[in-house]
């Protein structure tokens, strides 16, 4: 029934910046935690960003300090601002609402591609 939407991904040169949303078919406000996840070829879905209903946020080391999560409750999106990309960004983004293993609670949607290339 839940359905989460990504956009806002595309090419960039190294150092540029790009902005992601999330668009949820319902209401988020009952979702405790969300996340922002990539996933490059060849290699696993991890978690990038996780923000709580209460604004406490996780990033993961590779990109700490360089992107920023946010959720606007009454807009059912959750962003997620990119700046200082490199090359080893480039990957598949994927957002999803966390169960308690720290893992996608629903159906993983077609994503949005980044790709970071001088």
């Known amino acids: 029934q839940v359905q989460l939407v990504e956009s806002g991904g595309g090419l960039v040169q190294p150092g540029g910046s790009l902005r992601l949303s999330c668009a949820a078919s319902?209401?988020?406000?009952?979702?405790?935690?969300m996340g922002w996840y990539r996933q490059a070829p060849g290699k696993q879905r991890d978690l990038v960003a996780r923000?709580?209903?209460?604004?406490?946020?996780y990033y993961a080391d590779s990109v700490q300090g360089r992107f920023t999560i946010s959720r606007d409750n009454a807009k059912n999106t959750v962003y997620l601002q990119m700046g200082s990309l490199v090359p080893e960004d480039t990957a598949i983004y994927y957002c999803?609402?966390?169960?308690?293993?720290?893992?996608?609670?629903?159906?993983w949607g077609q994503g949005t591609q980044v790709t970071v290339s001088s």
């Open positions: 319902v209401s988020i406000a009952s979702f405790n935690a």
């Open positions: 923000i709580t209903n209460g604004g406490k946020t």
């Open positions: 999803n609402v966390l169960n308690i293993l720290n893992r996608g609670l629903y159906s």
